[in-house]
Every structure is written in C-alpha cells, then in structure tokens.
C-alpha cells in the first residue's frame, strides 16, 4: 500500500488531505480485516485444540479406569 505522506512534506492541499485520509481510512479498514480473520484463525485453532483434548481424555479416562478396577480385582 502506498503513502501519500512525504517526510520532507508539511503541508498538504485540500485535495491532497483528502486522499491522504482517505488511504489512511482503507489502511485501517484493511488492518481490522486482517486483524478479524486472525482471530477466527485463533479461535478455531483453539476450539480445535480443546476437542483434542477432550476426546483425548474420553478415551484415556475408561481405559485409567478400567485398569484401577483390575487392580482392585487383583487385589481381592
């Protein structure tokens, strides 16, 4: 994206205020988006990463079980 600002420029027509806003505008607009889609990204990844682990334990929790009901048995 470029810049209408000029570092050795300090003073600006009507018109060239206006576009200058204007691009400052779209560049914000355009960092919002950007900044909206990565947090999508981020909530999925994490929404993601808690079904993980959640069938992970559904799984681990039965088999730890079973194993103390064993121990148990074994021990009776």
């Known amino acids: ?3 209408a ?3 050795d420029k300090f003073k ?3 018109d060239e205020r ?3 806003v204007e691009n400052i505008r779209m560049t914000i607009e355009d960092l919002n988006v950007k900044n909206d889609m990565q947090l999508q990204t ?3 990844l994490t ?3 808690y079904e993980s682990y959640q069938m992970a334990r559904s799984i681990l929790k039965p088999l730890h079980d079973d194993k103390i009901n064993k121990a148990h048995a074994m021990a009776k």
Request: hydrophobic residues 20%; proline residues 0%.
């Open 18 to 20: 206006d576009r200058l």
């Open 47 to 49: 929404n993601e990463r």
């Open 42 to 44: 981020i909530t999925r």
């Open 12 to 14: 600006y027509n009507k």
């Open 5 to 7: 600002v000029k570092d």
């Open 1 to 3: 994206m470029e810049t």
